[in-house]
């Protein structure tokens, strides 16, 4: 059973502030900060280029890798880290395009992150084959999985409501139809328990920077199923990737496995920042996670519902068909939540009108939610929002 | 006047070495460790999300952009921080195809690094339109500017040799025949004066962790010619590259001006490094370096051509018209390099027979020169490397 107080005591969390934007940006882990200053000082510092053998930076995406397809239900040696996530939403997707090269359609639904619609729709016109990336309402995906589609490029957790794809079952449809699969994991991994081994994912990939903790701009991951990956040769394409990287040979041959999917050279001081939060997720079971989650955004619903009526649900009522957020609609959201954040609630503001909470098992607890519900409701009872200083658009999350 | 003592005096340089591998992994600024402890602290840890305003964490790749800029020889607002080299590499080349779109050849050379190779060449089987990557030797490049080529894409500094392209001149002549330039300023930047501006290059990328000393997976550079900018639409986009991010839409519209080069989160961790080692930098005249740094490789050629006749030099005799490395050619180099480092010079092999050492005036000196060469003198009169532990070859640099 994990203990959700040690690990609580683990994060660095100023005082006198709830925390729930952590699906945004996770809290510092506190061995994080000198595990990042011994990198720096006994391995770039001391050992200089010597480190990537020395002190084996040059597996560290592999290894790392590992430890995430852990949290993500990826065997070993299926996982590899690098880049940003829509760098590796493009990489995959384009991957999955060679292979599937005879249809012209990427579909995907209109709640998907936009930066994931924005690789996509990029790419396809860069490829100037007539390819159309096609977007339907998240709840019409299964009815959209026609013959004319190469890819199925989704999130499963939709960002601004929270809304939980079946992974499982779509990628069976999917793949019925000779459709490949390519998952956004990004408020997934580290959320609730993933399995792209069982559900027969394609591709998958992720963030590290919310529910991994591995600070500001840590590495993307990307999963390629064992079966695929041999078939696979990246359209985006580097020396890291490469059979011998050290031959320096004129000709790409793509490297063993989930290793071709890397590209440059990796972010050893970022990769040293996740390793000190993946020694906490080593203490942690993503099914605690799970249940305490559900718990944790069952009691946060029952609460504003109750002192707040001007907040209208915009998630999934049902905590198994939601990610571990919970978001509320409101017309005047952005100045509530400019409001709430003066008042010691941090959580985000997604446009139009959705105000966004995040619900970390790891590091917050009942007593946080209760304390948040009491100041949500102040502010709203109040009116707080209602002031000249909330009004400006200036947030950036 | 550069006071290169005063820069040397601001790295971490282990004792009992002479590091000339810089051109590979730059030493630690040694105020860097406390400034990404910082970072992670007062920024990450106590503003949380609220620091990509509070901080400026959102503005820190085009701020830091700026300050790579000046010495470059790039305008401010036309260079932003990003990813890794070969992913700029990528982006610039697939932006040069999509604007010169009638043509369907690149054009580069075979001492191009293999990295730039790789992502070209997948990324012409991926547009799969008939695309070639066409290559020739590095001095015939100007012959092979035909009206068929679409891009030349080349890397200013030959990783191996040290061998200089004439950027002004390569540049003038492609544009003359309608040709798009994406140069890769890897071993330049930091080593020797650059003016993308000056030669009128149309894209320029490289990468911080050589001569720029941001450690270890350093965040890349792009720069776009400000007349050509607004015509770009990168194929590899993403929402911190649209013009609005925090409005989520569903369409890509490019940002303003280089803000569009942008793709996802920056990696803030690598970028403080950076803004360390840029602090030294603002206290250096790059002039002076380029003189110090023909002054100190001239001298290394001097001395290793005196003590040891069995390495040929494979850099250009005249310093005018190498970057700032030396390379030799020996056809036991990989043994002879493990044995150099064994006796505390830090230089490295490429294959299949070139031992190279990086010159860097900020923390290299006469001195240091001297006692290399008296090393690498002992090491091939005594024929140190004809050991067996030098044999393997699992050197990664």
Redesign the interface.
């Known amino acids: 059973m994990t203990d959700f107080n040690e690990t609580r005591s683990l994060f660095?969390l100023?005082d006198g502030i709830v925390?729930l934007?952590g699906n945004?940006?996770g809290?510092?882990p506190i061995t994080?900060?000198d595990k990042?200053?011994q990198t720096?000082?006994d391995e770039?510092?001391?050992m200089?280029?010597?480190?990537?053998?020395q002190a084996d930076?040059?597996n560290l995406p592999s290894r790392i890798g590992d430890r995430i397809g852990r949290l993500i239900g990826a065997r070993p040696g299926t996982v590899v880290m690098g880049?940003?996530?829509?760098?590796k939403v493009?990489q995959a997707l384009?991957s999955a395009?060679?292979i599937n090269?005879e249809r012209r359609v990427v579909l995907s639904d209109?709640g998907n992150?936009?930066?994931d619609?924005?690789?996509a729709?990029?790419?396809l016109?860069?490829?100037?084959?007539g390819h159309e990336l096609r977007?339907c309402d998240p709840e019409a995906v299964a009815d959209n999985l026609d013959d004319d589609v190469a890819v199925l490029l989704l999130t499963e957790v939709d960002y601004r409501t929270g809304r939980l794809h079946d992974m499982q079952a779509l990628t069976g449809m999917a793949h019925a139809r000779g459709i490949l699969t390519v998952w956004d994991l990004a408020h997934s991994a580290g959320a609730l328990p993933v399995d792209v081994d069982g559900a027969g994912a394609d591709f998958a990939v992720g963030?590290t920077?919310k529910y991994l903790n591995s600070?500001?701009?840590?590495?993307?991951f990307i999963y390629v199923a064992p079966g695929l990956v041999d078939r696979v040769?990246?359209?985006?394409?580097?020396?890291?990737?490469?059979e011998d990287p050290?031959?320096?040979?004129?000709?790409?041959r793509p490297g063993a496995g989930i290793e071709r999917m890397r590209?440059?050279?990796?972010?050893?001081?970022?990769?040293a920042?996740l390793e000190a939060s993946l020694d906490i997720w080593d203490r942690v079971d993503i099914e605690d996670v799970r249940a305490k989650s559900i718990e944790l955004t069952d009691l946060f619903i029952e609460g504003v519902e109750a002192e707040c009526p001007g907040l209208e649900l915009a998630s999934p009522r049902d905590g198994r068909r939601r990610g571990s957020q919970v978001s509320f609609r409101f017309s005047h959201g952005y100045a509530a939540m400019q409001a709430l954040?003066d008042n010691g609630v941090?959580g985000?503001f997604?446009?139009p009108d959705i105000m966004r909470f995040g619900f970390t098992p790891l590091y917050i607890n009942a007593a946080d939610v209760r304390r948040a519900v009491s100041i949500i409701s102040r502010v709203m009872k109040n009116r707080l929002w209602n002031n000249d200083k909330y009004r400006r658009r200036?947030?950036?999350?």
Chains 1, 2 share one sequence.
Do not use: K
Request: net charge negative; charged share 15%.
């Open positions: 660095h100023p925390y934007d945004s940006l809290p510092l994080a900060v990042v200053r720096m000082l770039w510092g001391d200089l280029i010597g480190a990537w053998n930076w040059v880049d940003t996530l829509t760098i493009y384009s395009l060679a090269r209109n992150f936009p930066s619609l924005y690789a729709g990029q790419l016109r860069s490829l100037d084959r977007l963030c920077y600070g500001p701009g840590g590495p993307a040769e990246p359209a985006l394409a580097g020396w890291l990737g490469h050290f031959a320096f040979d004129l000709d790409y590209v440059g050279t990796p972010p050893v001081l970022q990769l920042a954040i941090i985000d997604r446009a200036t947030q950036v999350t």
